[in-house]
């Protein structure tokens, strides 16, 4: 069984800074993509964001809004994908999930996290 597990998140005023951290555990053949999404408080339904991905090879894309502010990195022996997020807004907070695209066997397969609260106060 896959698990991502994330942490890191908390409460900050805005301006500051915090880190994610998401490290997928399990047995698996190999992991893909990876990457953080999230869903703000008025977000309709289930509505999630891409914030921001990471290839195997270290591609990195990026939501328009966290530009220059955010960074993601990933750890390819840890199994883990981490994102720096700096100058923090009150537009930031949301839950955030991590993500990633895992192989197990011949089969790829999307995974998520249970997703860690992000919240900035003005």
């Known amino acids: 069984q896959v698990e991502l597990v994330e942490s890191g998140g908390g409460a900050v005023q805005a301006g500051g800074s915090l880190r994610l951290s998401c490290v997928a555990s399990?047995?698996?053949?190999?992991?893909?993509?990876m990457g953080w999404y999230r869903q703000a408080p008025e977000a309709p339904g289930d509505q999630r964001i891409s914030v921001a991905t990471i290839s195997t090879y270290g591609r990195t894309d990026y939501e328009d809004s966290v530009k220059g502010r955010f960074t993601i990195s990933r750890d390819n022996v840890k199994n883990t994908v981490y994102l720096q997020m700096n100058t923090l807004k009150p537009e930031d907070t949301a839950v955030y999930y991590c993500?990633?695209?895992?192989?197990?066997?011949?089969?790829?397969?999307?995974?998520w996290g249970q997703g860690t609260q992000v919240t900035v106060s003005s």
């Open positions: 993500w990633s695209r895992i192989q197990l066997g011949a089969s790829v397969f999307n995974y």
């Open positions: 399990g047995s698996f053949s190999a992991i893909y993509d």
